[in-house]
């Protein structure tokens, strides 16, 4: 099966610029999990998705972060505007439903100057 | 909330030799799930090994295998006979399940491990 597509692989900003991820999950897989990972950390989860519904966003930034799922498959985060301790790698994951094991993508690293 | 504390920020290990990598957590539940991910420079996290909290013995695929120690709270790796693809950034994960709301699943902070020839 093909496994969880991102894009781009990276992208390199300016402060105070907006910049937008994309996701395309595995097919079938209900839920999809954004997740930022800061240099030297473990990822942390932004937001995640049931289907196109949100199932937590606890940990999203909403004064500057957004996320859609659309019609319940593919996913886009955006960052506007963009701060330099935003520089990260995004990953996005899916899996076949809530309590199954989550497959990763290869992440988007950006970079904000 | 749940944490989860790896204390070893690097390791390396000869090639063929035997590594094992702590990973301890804190939890109030009773009922979770603990995995090991491996993160090589592609950047993509690979499941390595799943333990589920309510089974007692430890997982264990091909060389890798765990030592879970549900009231220590402690869930180790152990890569027997390490081989350079095993070189990497490794992950300890926790996750708990919160009915319809779904799971959530939390990292580590990561031990960098290196493969040496």
């Known amino acids: 099966e093909a496994g969880v597509a991102q894009s781009p692989r990276y992208k390199i900003i300016e402060k105070r610029q907006s910049v937008a991820f994309w996701c395309n999950p595995i097919s079938g897989h209900a839920t999809l999990y954004w997740y930022q990972q800061i240099l030297g950390q473990g990822p942390k989860l932004l937001i995640q998705f049931q289907n196109n519904g949100v199932v937590d966003d606890s940990q999203l930034p909403k004064d500057r972060f957004s996320a859609e799922r659309l019609k319940g498959v593919d996913s886009t985060l955006k960052i506007q505007p963009a701060k330099l301790e935003d520089s990260a790698v995004y990953l996005c994951?899916?899996?076949?439903?809530?309590?199954?094991?989550?497959?990763f993508g290869n992440g988007t690293r950006l970079t904000v100057t | 909330a749940q944490t989860v504390t790896q204390s070893q920020p690097e390791m390396s290990v000869q090639e063929a030799e035997t590594v094992t990598l702590s990973c301890t957590y804190d939890?109030?539940?009773?009922?979770?799930?603990l995995f090991w991910y491996k993160q090589p420079p592609s950047r993509q996290m690979i499941l390595v090994i799943r333990q589920e909290a309510y089974k007692q013995q430890n997982a264990t695929e091909n060389r890798f295998s765990v030592n879970f120690q549900k009231a220590a709270k402690s869930f180790s790796l152990k890569i027997s006979d390490s081989q350079l693809g095993d070189t990497a950034m490794y992950f300890c994960?926790?996750?708990?399940?919160?009915?319809?709301?779904?799971?959530?699943?939390?990292f580590g902070g990561g031990t960098r491990l290196m493969v040496k020839p």
């Open positions: 994960a926790f996750m708990k399940q919160r009915g319809n709301a779904g799971n959530m699943l939390t």
């Open positions: 939890t109030s539940e009773s009922n979770y799930y």
């Open positions: 994951a899916s899996s076949l439903d809530w309590y199954s094991p989550l497959h």
